[in-house]
T-cell receptor, first 116, second 109 residues
Framework: SAVISQKPSRDICQRGTSLTIQCQVDSQVTMMFWYRQQPGQSLTLIATANQGSEATYESGFVIDKFPISRPNLTFSTLTVSNMSPEDSSIYLC?????????????FGPGTRLTVL | QKEVEQNSGPLSVPEGAIASLNCTYSDRGSQSFFWYRQYSGKSPELIMSIYSNGDKEDGRFTAQLNKASQYVSLLIRDSQPSDSATYLCAVNSDYKLSFGAGTTVTVRA
């Protein structure tokens, strides 16, 4: 199966700053997704990262706050902009589409973000 | 995102017993269903996928799907302390996953 890595694994940031999270896959995948998991909560989809086009955002998430890049089939970044303590969460990327089951998603290890 | 509801936990079962987890979903057009296991501080790990009505078995895990009732379940047989985790039900609609809140399972030795 593909190996998915995320950088950084964790960070502590100050209010008002931005953090860019990287997601790297060791093989080409069709689809990449970004999720947020707030403390004690389940996963919420932020956006679908499309290669060669704009990301598709879910209701409640906007590009100005969470800009996403997808320059190729193995890499994506999520930026959390102008952070506030409410952005403290685990951010997870997932991938699908390199196996026959294109709708099966596999998750990276996550980035634990704390905003002070 | 579509609604996915799981039976509230936490669920405590003795070692060797069967743990039963339930999930209902709102989108009747959903075609694929998944169970993920998440250990504390870790990311979700896929343990089962199911696409057709009926049962699907994989080792000690059995997933059951009833599309007419919009219901999917997971049975863990011969529960082990290593099964203690949060189990997340996920439903795929248009290549997007909607997750339930999760059920935390504790297996008592």
């Amino acid at each position: 199966s593909a190996v998915i890595s995320q950088k950084p694994s964790r960070d502590i940031c100050q209010r008002g700053t931005s953090l860019t999270i990287q997601c790297q896959v060791d093989s080409q995948v069709t689809m990449m997704f970004w999720y947020r998991q707030q403390p004690g909560q389940s996963l919420t989809l932020i956006a679908t990262a499309n290669q060669g086009s704009e990301a598709t955002y879910e209701s409640g998430f906007v590009i100005d706050k969470f800009p996403i890049s997808r320059p190729n089939l193995t890499f994506s970044t999520l930026t959390v902009s102008n952070m506030s303590p409410e952005d403290s969460s685990i951010y997870l990327c997932s991938v699908a589409g390199w196996l026959a089951g294109t709708d099966t998603q596999y998750f990276g290890p996550g980035t634990r973000l704390t905003v002070l | 995102q579509k609604e996915v509801e799981q039976n509230s936990g936490p669920l405590s079962v003795p070692e060797g017993a069967i743990a039963s987890l339930n999930c209902t979903y709102s989108d009747r057009g959903s075609q694929s269903f998944f169970w993920y296991r998440q250990y504390s501080g870790k990311s979700p790990e896929l343990i089962m996928s199911i696409y057709s009505n009926g049962d699907k078995e994989d080792g000690r895990f059995t997933a059951q799907l009833n599309k007419a009732s919009q219901y999917v379940s997971l049975l863990i047989r011969d529960s082990q302390p290593s099964d203690s985790a949060t189990y997340l039900c996920a439903v795929n609609s248009d290549y997007k996953l909607s997750f339930g809140a999760g059920t935390t399972v504790t297996v008592r030795a």
